[in-house]
């Protein structure tokens, strides 16, 4: 596992990575005391924490080249670090993981660096996931990462991904079972994938294709309910 800590005060780096190594002895820990630095080095990192104002390059700057930089389908976790409030809704349009305040709660850090280590294995879990549909009577293994909604419709599911849209003969009730926890059945006709849900209100789920899908009313409260269990245990949120 590798961890970037990019800060320009020293004293702020050191005592981010002495928390670091509480809980993550073996990490292959890069310090970087400024934005070119970092992005110089050319190296990918697991978990990047970040101070956001620093000279020349902020650490707003490094986090969009990360994005920029990584596949739709490979997303590293951005931690923020700083003393200012006002860039909390500039994190968001990097999918920052977590945005903390300096000076730092060393119990809200661990807290936050745990959730974020069990979102790397979550991740790992995830990539390797798949489904197998009967698609034009060939047996095709569909990734589960790579599914924004299932459909169904007229007797078929329609599987909408990354790659294409895919139909075959098969029951929502058995997809539902083999998606799992990740997946939500917002309407009899709807599977969606909760890691690609980019906003949501009382009636309708938009997802990262741009597609809405209905939410059924009475689904409502279940739906938020169920979503905020995922994010909490760890799953990707966009919104």
């Not at 200012?84 to 968001?92: D, G, H, L, Q, R």
């Not at 879990?125 to 990462?145: A, P």
């Not at 299932?150 to 991904?161: D, G, P, R, W």
């Not at 980019?198 to 009636?203: G, L, M, P, Q, R």
């Amino acid at each position: 596992m590798k961890i970037a800590v990019c800060d320009d005060d020293k004293a702020a780096r050191e005592h981010i990575v002495s928390l670091i190594k509480e809980q993550a002895q073996d990490a292959e820990i890069k310090v970087f005391a400024t934005g070119e630095e970092m992005l110089r080095a050319g190296i990918s990192f697991d978990i990047s924490f970040l101070d956001v104002e620093m000279d020349v390059v902020s650490g707003m700057d490094v986090a969009e080249h990360i994005r920029q930089m990584e596949q739709e389908s490979s997303k590293s976790i951005i931690i923020f670090v700083t003393g200012y409030e006002k860039y909390m809704n500039s994190a968001f349009d990097v999918l920052a993981f977590h945005y903390l305040l300096k000076p730092i709660n060393e119990e809200k850090f661990r807290k936050v660096f745990s959730r974020a280590l069990k979102e790397l294995r979550t991740n790992g879990e995830r990539t390797k996931r798949y489904i197998l549909i009967r698609n034009s009577g060939v047996q095709q293994k569909v990734y589960i990462k790579d599914i924004f909604y299932i459909e169904s419709a007229n007797k078929k599911v329609i599987i909408h991904t990354k790659s294409g849209v895919l139909d075959s003969y098969g029951k929502m009730d058995e997809l539902e079972q083999m998606t799992g926890r990740s997946f939500y059945r917002c309407h009899r006709c709807y599977l969606v994938n909760m890691e690609m849900i980019v906003s949501y209100n009382a009636d309708t789920i938009k997802v990262a294709n741009g597609d809405n899908l209905i939410l059924a009313q009475k689904k409502y409260n279940d739906f938020i309910k169920q979503y905020m269990k995922y994010a909490k245990d760890g799953g990707i949120v966009n919104v």
